[in-house]
């Protein structure tokens, strides 16, 4: 699924190629795609239909774009791509919606081969969207609190991991990212968050905005065809992961093969020496070796 720097890549070529443009035509291709709208497919398509987009915005993993007082709100679900195409260009089978604007110039496709994504008119909702309205500012947002966010996070006794993954602490970390945030503040993911200590915390915190800025620079993290950018390129972050879908490889820090262990029925990627599960076991000790392994 898409985190906060592939949709952040997404939002910023949405803003270069759609943003001031004027909506002429609005086709609902499958119904799945606008589910969420109480409108339905029609009310969708007229909403829209001779309205101006504005700038992009986005909370998380949704972005929106405003349109007046309104704002169409998009999320990207597992597969869900917004493309500029060229207007000539043959429509995808896997197009759901689709955007024709007034200036005759190139289109927007809401192209979604699994149908998981999903697009809807929220009334009044220019500056937040109500369906979002309960998910937490991310960490490169001016309401950020970070602070705030360090007292709720040891506050919590799941893991650190399930505390990072919830959105409504701190939205737009996912999976790939949360482990690569670990890896680099040398933190186990099955760790209780109350365990931390505050250097820890703070540790944390530094090593998620690090790692989600260079996802950012790099276009975010392609494993298949089914995230890419507007201009449907790819995104080349996946050849700096250290930690995530590397099982059995050695740990760029330490030369320790890397251990996967499943987590949420998806998969948590750590190094048993660099990452002690067991709080104050100092990395690459004889405790921190054994302590790494679950159940041992």
């Given amino acids: 699924m898409p985190e906060l720097p592939e949709v952040e890549t997404v939002r910023r070529g949405l803003e270069r190629h759609v943003a001031g443009r004027a909506v002429e035509l609005v086709r609902v291709l499958h119904p799945r795609a606008v589910r969420r709208d109480p409108a339905g497919p029609a009310g969708f398509c007229s909403a829209l239909a001779g309205r101006t987009l504005g700038v992009p915005r986005r909370r998380g993993k949704y972005l929106w774009l405003p349109v007046g007082e309104d704002a169409l709100l998009a999320h990207l679900g597992m597969s869900g791509q917004l493309l500029v195409c060229e207007p000539g260009r043959p429509v ?29 008119v929220v009334r009044h909702g220019a500056e937040l969207p109500a369906p979002i309205a309960h998910i937490a500012p991310d960490p ?30 701190v939205s737009g970390i996912g999976n790939i990212y949360a482990d690569e945030a670990l890896w680099r503040a040398g933190l186990h993911w099955a760790r209780p968050a109350d365990t931390l200590d505050p250097p820890e915390v703070t540790r944390l915190l530094a090593a998620v905005r690090e790692v989600l800025g260079e996802a950012l620079a790099a276009g975010g993290t392609t494993f298949d065809s089914l995230y890419v950018n507007v201009n449907g390129d790819s995104g ?50 004889p405790q921190a070796l054994v302590s790494g392994h679950p159940g041992k």
């Avoid at 309401?143 to 602490?169: M, T």
């Fill in 140 to 169: 490169f947002e001016a309401a950020f609190d970070p602070a705030g966010l360090a007292g709720r996070l040891r506050s919590r006794r799941s893991e650190i991991k399930r505390a990072l993954l919830d959105q409504s602490l």
């Fill in 92 to 120: 995808s089978p896997h197009v759901r919606v689709w955007f024709t604007f007034g200036d005759a110039g190139p289109d927007l496709r809401f192209t979604d081969q699994r149908t998981f994504g999903h697009m809807c």
């Fill in 236 to 285: 080349y972050f996946g050849r700096s992961l250290a930690v995530y879908g590397r099982a059995g490889e050695p740990c760029r820090r330490c030369g320790t093969p890397l251990r996967r262990d499943p987590f949420m029925n998806r998969s948590a990627y750590s190094c048993p020496r660099c990452q002690p599960r067991v709080p104050g076991r100092r990395p690459g000790s």
